[in-house]
């Protein structure tokens, strides 16, 4: 794996597609992205450094005007963020999502445009439907509709749509969109998140199916992984939560619920990714990945 000749690629674009500003490795660029396996929207901080006045009065009024709009004509602005290695397979995409907020301050000697998002915070924040269904309705049925309504697609690379169950009494579903595929896929025994836009779901206590990142010192980790100590430790190791953190040179393939390998002399075996952070600045110092993982039977 080469990790070298670092890319990077931001474009902000409205709820149509067109290109409002677009950005790259030559401006100084710095990048927080979280990402978790709650249904909780995942979030990132971008800044983006001394910027002409005309880009930044662009933004500043695209932003304005789509803040002025209404609820029901207001078109969430999106924004992608992709980096990796020129060397290896260039700028991948790490996260997308919609605007919420955006401020230019002042450090000197720097002007800071900060930008916050969401991964799918506005169809999260926004989104309320009422369904009905009868006797026998197959929960993926039920799934898709809610994924639908969200204007979002389930990610067919993680899902296990092939779980599914009846519903021998039917269901009355009213409320936020996202409580409602809280409700569906806990009684199916699956969880799920929204990641780059998209719903990945896998079974409760199990991975995706997903080919498995390997994490060794040859392709980017860090130091060794370090052992958390969480709820059920007790001296006699029995009952413990099997969870790592670790920092990985940046790792663009991460997506929450698909598996690890450790390859080190200190452990070995498969995790699932239970959050990620990516962090990096196109002037700075190393482009890096800090992620939690657990062993998959402990996923809920």
């Given at each position: ?259 690890v390998e450790f ?8 995790y699932a990714i ?27």
């Amino acid at each position: 794996m080469s990790l070298f000749n670092r890319v990077l690629n931001l474009s902000i674009e409205t709820a149509a597609g067109e290109t409002v500003l677009l950005f790259d490795e030559s401006f100084k660029i710095s990048f927080s992205v979280f990402k978790n396996s709650s249904s909780n929207p995942n979030s990132a901080t971008i800044k983006i450094y001394n910027l002409s006045i005309n880009t930044k009065n662009v933004l500043k009024d695209v932003f304005k005007k789509n803040q002025q709009l209404s609820d029901d004509e207001k078109p969430p602005l999106h924004i992608y963020l992709s980096a990796g290695y020129g060397d290896d397979v260039g700028a991948t995409l790490i996260f997308s999502g919609n605007i919420t907020d955006v401020y230019t301050m002042y450090q000197e000697p720097d002007y800071i445009t900060n930008i916050s998002c969401y991964d799918g915070g506005v169809t999260l924040r926004d989104t309320f439907l009422n369904i009905a269904y009868q006797n026998g309705i197959d929960s993926n049925v039920i799934i898709k509709q809610i994924a639908n309504a969200m204007k979002t697609s389930i990610d067919s690379a993680s899902v296990y749509l092939d779980k599914n169950f009846k519903l021998a009494n039917g269901i009355s579903l009213s409320g936020k969109a996202k409580d409602l595929m809280d409700n569906i896929t806990q009684r199916g025994g699956l969880q799920w998140t929204i990641e780059n836009n998209k719903i990945r779901i896998a079974p409760q206590g199990l991975a995706t199916n997903e080919p498995a990142i390997v994490l060794a010192s040859d392709t980017g980790l860090i130091g060794s992984p370090q052992r958390l100590q969480t709820a059920g430790f007790d001296a006699m190791n029995t009952n413990v939560v099997d969870e790592y953190k670790c920092k990985t040179l940046l790792l663009t393939g991460v997506a929450i619920f698909r598996l690890v390998e450790f390859r080190t002399k200190d452990v070995t075996g498969f995790y699932a990714i239970r959050s990620a952070q990516h962090t990096g600045d196109t002037y700075g110092s190393a482009w890096t990945t800090d992620l939690d993982v657990i062993d998959p039977k402990f996923l809920v």
